[in-house]
């Protein structure tokens, strides 16, 4: 079992810039590197959507093209944490936002909600115009 808990997130004015972060607990210590993470968002009426994700070993990361050159994802294995810096954020970008893990032997990541099995509790973002 893993447990993910964000911090982050807040009413920003659109240009500006946030992080998130999220960080594991629940699995052992040495096995952080095993969890590829995702961040994911959904705002009101829509679906959740992949907003971007990175390897165990942080070697290689991807995002959806809304988010592409603004957002960046990020790790620290030793704090067992993954972070989304956000820039130049626009009002459509206004959701909540949420972390996601699953425990993998491969080396790569995953852009579809159900390759995910662990979520955070969610964390609002709010970009005014």
């Known amino acids: 079992q893993v447990t993910l808990v964000q911090s982050g997130g807040g009413l920003v004015q659109a240009g500006g ?4 972060s ?4 629940g699995y052992p210590f040495t096995s952080f ?8 968002r959904q705002a009101p009426g829509k679906e959740r959507e992949f907003v971007a994700a990175i390897t165990r070993s942080g070697d290689s990361t991807g995002y959806a ?15 067992r944490s993954v972070y989304l810096q956000m820039s130049n954020l626009e ?6 936002y949420y ?3 699953v425990v993998a032997g491969g080396s790569g990541y995953y852009r579809r909600r159900d390759d995910y099995d ?5 964390t609002q973002v709010t970009v005014s115009s």
């Not at 590197?33 to 994911?40: A, E, S, T």
């Not at 662990?118 to 969610?122: A, C, E, K, L, V």
């Open 17 to 20: 810039s946030l992080r998130l």
């Open 22 to 25: 999220c960080t594991a607990s």
């Open 33 to 40: 590197g095993r969890l590829v993470m995702g961040w994911f």
């Open 65 to 79: 093209d809304s988010v592409k050159g603004r957002f960046t994802i990020s790790r620290d294995n030793a704090k």
């Open 91 to 96: 009002p459509e970008d206004t959701a909540v």
């Open 99 to 101: 972390c996601a893990t």
């Open 118 to 122: 662990y979520w955070g509790q969610g």
